[in-house]
């Protein structure tokens, strides 16, 4: 499976971004597809993650109520919403698929080549 994330940008404190990452390869849809992110100077870090049905939805504490992830398997396609964006939110994000990317960084198979969020005034 390659990915291909797409959508940052530079956005003001409370504004909207979304992400998108497109993946190649037909057994997209029996991966769970997720997000992570990376700021300068820490560990990349979990933020979302979608089942192959889009039953069960996971976020990172630090997000839930302002992201959601959603995807679309006819596209083979995954996509993060960001609503009312942080400074803190400022990272470079990646898409990941796997299995249990809750758990973290080393439940991801395969990783896009991530795409940078910057929120400043």
């Known amino acids: 499976v390659q990915l291909q994330a797409s959508g940052g940008g530079l956005v003001q404190p409370g504004g909207s971004l979304r992400l998108s990452c497109a993946a190649s390869?037909?057994?997209?849809?029996?991966?769970?597809m997720g997000w992570f992110r990376q700021a300068p100077g820490k560990e990349r870090e979990f933020v979302a993650a979608?089942?192959?049905?889009?039953?069960?939805?996971y976020y990172a504490d630090s997000v839930k109520g302002r992201f959601t992830i959603s995807r679309d398997n006819a596209k083979n396609t995954v996509y993060l919403q960001m609503n009312d964006l942080k400074p803190e939110d400022t990272a470079v994000y990646y898409c990941?698929?796997?299995?249990?990317?809750?758990?973290?960084?080393?439940?991801?198979?395969?990783w896009g080549q991530g795409t940078q969020v910057t929120v400043s005034s």
């Open positions: 990941a698929a796997g299995g249990s990317l809750w758990v973290g960084v080393k439940r991801a198979n395969y």
């Open positions: 979608i089942n192959w049905s889009g039953g069960s939805i």
């Open positions: 390869g037909r057994t997209f849809s029996s991966y769970v």
